[in-house]
């Protein structure tokens, strides 16, 4: 069949805004290029903490629904809010779906997760057990490996890949030069993605839309949770076949509404909009993209 749609959408932790702009970042400028990369104010719903931004993802919904408030404790609440991949599992049985992440919480039982209902493939080794760069660059390459061997040879609707060494080098070490090079080797790991999207035999017949989104910032001295600008400052880059040529703001609820809207399936009672849909500025902080 021609014409058939897929969606990446690939999760990058606590990327600053600002340093993102200063940062290399080749393969997330081609997504910018093609669609649109504009900072996002994360909701005052959630605080600027992973567990409960990357369970917005997941479920389009907000922290007051969803009731995950940190990384620690899975809320027996979330259990009513399906993922965007398990919602088009049912709508759509014949799809298939795939999740990994290097943050166990995102896709395994374990502190505040299966943030995504779904659950999905996490590295042998738990990163956080050493916590330190080399583990998390080793559990990073490791989930684009896998997820870029499965993107190249599986027919996939719809993905979620997630990699946590940027916000790790930001907590240990600050937002200097080794924060700058940490996401720039995640822009590497997407650019694998990309890559494996491109090598497939049947590219020529398929429309696919990327999503890259971070969930949070950070004070310079590294960490997060608080409510300055530099924290509560998130982004969300996309482009594709499904990607509006007017977007003009973004929340991170959104990515729930438009992953499902890409395939004709309902999102029900979500606190987002396809992309395209929303015109209030007003959480959005006052910056511009700027393309390299």
Not at 194 to 203: H, N, Q, T, V
Not at 238 to 252: K, N
Request: net charge negative; charged share 25%; aromatic share 8%.
């Amino acid at each position: 069949m021609k014409n058939e749609s897929h969606v990446l959408v690939v999760g990058i932790d606590g990327v600053r805004y600002d340093s993102l702009m200063s940062a290399t970042t080749p393969a997330l400028d081609q997504i910018a290029r093609n669609g649109f990369l504009l900072p996002v104010r994360v909701h005052r719903k959630n605080a600027t903490i992973s567990g409960p931004v990357w369970a917005t993802v997941a479920t389009g919904v907000y922290a007051d629904r969803h009731k995950v408030t940190g990384n620690s404790d899975h809320p027996p609440e979330l259990a009513a809010y399906q993922d965007f991949t398990a919602v088009l599992r049912a709508a759509r049985p014949e799809s298939r779906t795939m999740i990994a992440a290097s943050w166990f919480p995102v896709a395994a039982p374990t502190a505040c997760g299966p943030l995504f209902s779904s659950r999905g493939w996490v590295p042998e080794d738990d990163p956080e057990e050493a916590n330190d760069a080399g583990s998390w660059v080793s559990a990073d390459d490791s989930v684009a490996d896998y997820a870029a061997g499965r993107l190249e040879r599986e027919d996939l609707a719809a993905s979620f890949v997630y990699f946590g060494e940027a916000d790790v080098e930001a907590h240990n070490n600050g937002t200097g030069t080794g924060y700058l090079s940490a996401i720039q080797r995640c822009d590497s790991r997407l650019k694998s993605l990309l890559e494996a999207i491109e090598s497939r035999p049947r590219r020529g017949d398929e429309h696919w839309t990327v999503i890259v989104v971070t969930d949070h910032g950070h004070v310079d001295a590294g960490g997060h949770g608080g409510e300055t600008d530099a924290e509560r400052t998130a982004w969300i880059a996309a482009c594709g076949e499904s990607v509006p040529l007017d977007v003009m703001a973004v929340d991170h609820a959104d990515i729930f509404s438009q992953v499902l809207a890409t395939f004709g399936v309902a999102a029900g009672d979500t606190d987002g909009l396809d992309f395209g849909a929303r015109r209030d500025l007003q959480e959005q902080p006052a910056t511009t993209t700027v393309l390299r």
